[in-house]
């Protein structure tokens, strides 16, 4: 699978767009819940389309509607993948153990990291 790792910045715009299932510049700066100009969301926009791919543009009257070409989970595995290669030498085990000693865990997210585990453990 391809790296899709993008800026703090890209990822709020692209969360927009992916919970509205689309959006035009407008509608983007609307929504974030910081202000940003239209002309740098412009050219986020732009970039997510052009370079990183990871949006798709169809016109709309005079606007153009930004849609995701790939989804969330998509671009969460590949940029968790990048910070396990990077910080972690690839290894998993050592992720999930940084993260469950530095983390505070509530009893709740316990049970369910254990669930977790057990379905992984029950897989043939």
């Not at 990822?11 to 767009?17: A, K, N």
């Not at 926009?45 to 005079?62: A, F, M, N, Q």
Request: positive net charge.
């Amino acid at each position: 699978m391809p790296t899709t790792s993008l800026t703090k910045c890209e990822l709020e715009v692209m969360q927009v767009v992916w919970d509205r299932s689309g959006a035009t510049v407008q509608e983007v700066v609307d929504a974030l819940d910081r202000s940003l100009a239209y002309t740098t969301v412009l050219t986020t926009l732009k970039i997510l389309h052009e370079k990183r791919g990871v949006l798709r543009r169809t016109k709309r009257g005079r606007a153009h509607v930004y849609v995701p070409a790939v989804s969330c989970d998509t671009v969460r595995r590949s940029m968790l993948g990048e910070l396990r290669a990077r910080l972690f030498g690839g290894s998993t085990k050592s992720l999930v153990l940084n993260l469950i000693q530095q983390d505070e865990l509530t009893a709740a997210d316990i049970r369910e990291v254990k669930a977790a585990i057990s379905a992984l453990e029950s897989r043939p």
